[in-house]
């Protein structure tokens, strides 16, 4: 018991340290790059798919609001009441519509507070970018898992790989981008079961990817709301990675490590956001002088180039959508926990 207090002070002595360190300065460990457009490897089969790209579960008062009690300490986590409320809106629809359409990603399936574990299994099937002995593996085992425990009830924002799906439960743009950026990221590697795998033991390498692209396209749109929100809700959320990577080389360092990393992300989230006007001036600055070639639509790699592509369609049944309500995303307010 003495060695876990001795460790746990030498914890809090460290998490105060570093907060002291970033109240000065910040640091920008999730600065904007973008994920490399192309290669982009997409089972043809997933294409076919003659449903809307993005899907919305039905409203279900009991359902949404028992789910918004349960996502109570997600919310706390991230400081930001739109966690896992289970009631997204258009500002949010149209960040994905807007992402999914510059990033040229016709494969991914959004799901908006929906559960649809029998067409998930589908998809699984037929994403065969993904090895099958991945798939029947931890495939079926990440889709049974969704189908026991369902996101509708439990919530958490996640990007499932083998499905190509993204869940969103959250009405957080940020949280979204995020999600999708992970599916474009798992779109330009080859071996994405592989990928997927190795995320189970060193998410902090893919998390710091799609952190990164969030910021990257926030940062060409000059959206000086949306880096702040980004701030706010990926840097803590981020710090649930880094502690669970530094717990491997810190065993006693329990909630202890846990909470200090996502209060210190907390603190450079709003540290950043500071500098933001700095920070975007000091971005387009180096783009002006150093021109990146624009991220054009890229020709996608098919196993199978026999396969026809699809008649273009609506993204998603308007109908279907939660009246917009005011957008509280002001700057000081934070969300997302469950960003896998
Ligand atoms: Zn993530």
């Not at 898992?145 to 499932?160: A, K, S, V």
């Not at 979204?176 to 474009?184: I, T, V």
């Not at 997927?196 to 060193?202: D, I, K, N, P, V």
């Not at 709003?270 to 387009?284: E, G, K, N, W």
């Amino acid at each position: 018991m003495k060695v876990h207090a001795a460790i746990r002070c030498q914890l809090l002595a460290l998490v105060a340290t570093t907060l002291g360190l970033l109240s000065s300065t910040g640091c920008h460990v999730l600065s904007p790059a973008h994920i490399p457009a192309r290669p982009q490897y997409i089972a043809p089969e997933l294409l076919n798919d003659s449903s809307s790209q993005v899907e919305f579960g039905e409203p279900h008062k009991v359902l949404d609001t028992a789910g918004w009690i349960w996502g109570i300490p997600d919310k706390i986590l991230l400081w930001d009441h739109r966690v896992d409320n289970h009631q997204i809106t258009a500002p949010t629809v149209e960040t994905v519509a807007s992402y999914l359409d510059e990033n040229n990603l016709p494969h991914v399936k959004v799901r908006v507070n929906q559960y649809a574990p029998l067409q998930d299994f589908h998809r699984l099937r037929q994403n065969k970018t993904v090895a099958w002995p991945y798939r029947y593996t931890l495939g079926l085992l990440s889709v049974g898992g969704e189908t026991i425990l369902p996101g509708r009830f439990f919530g958490g924002d996640h990007f499932n790989p083998y499905t190509q799906t993204v869940h969103l439960y959250s009405d957080v743009p940020a949280i979204a981008l995020h999600e999708l950026a992970h599916a474009k990221d798992f779109t330009r590697r080859r071996y994405q079961g592989t990928y997927a795998l190795a995320y189970m033991f060193f998410p902090t390498w893919h998390e710091t990817i799609a952190s990164r692209d969030v910021m990257a396209h926030l940062y060409d749109r000059h959206d000086r709301a949306g880096i702040i929100e980004a701030n706010r809700i990926q840097y803590p959320a981020y710090g649930t990675y880094v502690a669970g990577t530094a717990s491997w080389f810190i065993p006693g360092g329990g909630t202890a490590l846990y909470y200090g990393c996502v209060i210190a992300g907390h603190a450079n989230g709003r540290m950043l956001s500071r500098d933001v006007d700095q920070h975007l001036a000091d971005y387009h600055q180096m783009f002006r002088s150093q021109p990146v070639p624009h991220q054009s639509v890229p020709a996608i790699s098919q196993p199978d180039m026999s396969v026809p592509v699809p008649e273009p369609q609506p993204m998603w049944d308007e109908s279907q959508l939660n009246p917009p309500r005011v957008s509280q995303a002001a700057s000081n307010e934070s969300p997302a926990s469950n960003m896998h």
